[in-house]
């Protein structure tokens, strides 16, 4: 991954900053008045009224990705059309090649192909047939789809909310989140004003605002270090037989893939419940001015006080016009 050095000072920096003071902030209501106040100051340096005129946003970007002993790319494209329409389209290169589209238009989820639940609200994308490379996903009953788009949905805003409180200083308003003043954060580079970002169904975010020129700098958050399961072997839609010396193929049943898709949503439910809790962390940088908006190009993400994820943002358009084709939802 490119600029490991500045991605290490990165890092040092987001561990400095996560030393908070609290000093001089009496009351729940003061912390309010506080945030709403920063707040409104950062959405000033972001655009102001520029800022408020946003109804549509579009961007492609480059990412880097480590995964254990893997370095993934991908060419990002993210459309955003307010107030309830958003997708992500993932396109990754290289030996794990394929395109994930995610996000939600009004209350539906935009699923990827050969998605279903796993216990514990994890979601699992099969990679062999069934999955992004084709095949047939088992069929889910009416509950088992409903209760999919209600986490996709949720995951969906949640993911984009985080990104918002870097990009805009607010979240998606599905969130109806709360701000509150949470004190002052310092590294080597200056302070920080941080402002704590809850909401009733769960939702917590940290967001770290530059002192000096108020532009976002950091979205902190806790959660389950993520992991790569390997459930069974590729799910290639055949099952192997030996004997009399001689190794024959056939189709598996349908009891057969039913029962190969639950092993391997048992094994991510467990392998999930297993990981522990680590802090998550996106840095916003290489703020540049896009029609009147203010705008990070450059993106880094990190957990358990590592580096591991860089984009790099070459195109941002304000207000375009969307083709409402972007946001369709499959039937399934």
């Known amino acids: 991954m490119k600029g490991n050095k500045d991605m290490r000072k990165q ?7 996560a030393l908070v003071s609290t000093i001089g902030v009496p ?26 005129a946003l109804k549509s946003l579009g961007l492609e970007a480059a990412s880097q990705r480590n995964m254990g002993q893997m370095q993934l790319a991908a060419d990002i494209e993210i459309l955003l059309e307010m107030p309830d329409k958003y997708v992500r389209s993932e396109n990754s290169r290289g030996a794990m090649s394929m395109t994930l589209n995610t996000g939600f238009n009004g209350d539906k989820a935009i699923l ?5 639940m796993a216990g514990g609200g994890a979601v699992v994308i099969r990679m062999g047939p069934g999955g992004p490379i084709g095949g047939d996903a088992p069929k889910l009953t009416d509950e088992q789809k409903a209760e999919l788009n209600k986490a996709s949905l949720r995951s969906a805003r949640v993911e984009l909310s985080r990104l918002m409180l870097g990009w805009f200083a ?26 704590d970002v809850k909401d009733a169904d769960g939702f917590e975010a940290r967001l770290f605002i530059d002192q ?32 009399a010396g001689q190794t024959q193929t056939r189709q598996l ?14 094994q991510v439910t467990r392998s999930m419940s297993d990981q522990p809790m680590v802090e998550f962390s996106m840095f916003f940088d290489d ?5 009147g908006i203010t705008f990070p190009h450059l993106m880094r993400r990190g957990s358990g006080g590592e580096t591991n994820e860089e984009w790099t943002i070459s195109k941002v358009k304000v207000n375009p016009k969307i083709d409402a084709k972007k946001f369709a939802v499959d039937a399934r």
């Open 11 to 17: 890092t040092a920096v987001v561990c400095a900053l």
């Open 27 to 52: 009351s729940a209501s003061a912390q309010e008045a506080k945030a709403a106040e920063i707040l409104a100051k950062t959405r000033q340096a972001l655009g102001g009224a520029k800022l408020d």
């Open 112 to 116: 990827p192909a050969g998605v279903s």
């Open 170 to 195: 607010t979240t998606h308003p599905s969130l109806a989140a709360q701000y509150t003043y949470a004190g002052e954060a310092e590294s080597p580079d200056g302070k920080a004003h941080v402002i």
């Open 212 to 243: 000096n020129n108020y532009l976002p700098l950091m979205v902190t958050y806790k959660g389950r270090q993520p992991r790569i399961v390997t459930a069974g072997g590729p799910m290639t839609g055949r099952a192997q037989a030996a004997g």
């Open 253 to 266: 049943t349908d009891e057969e893939r039913r029962k190969l898709a639950h092993d391997a949503e048992a």
């Open 287 to 291: 703020w540049r001015e896009v029609d």
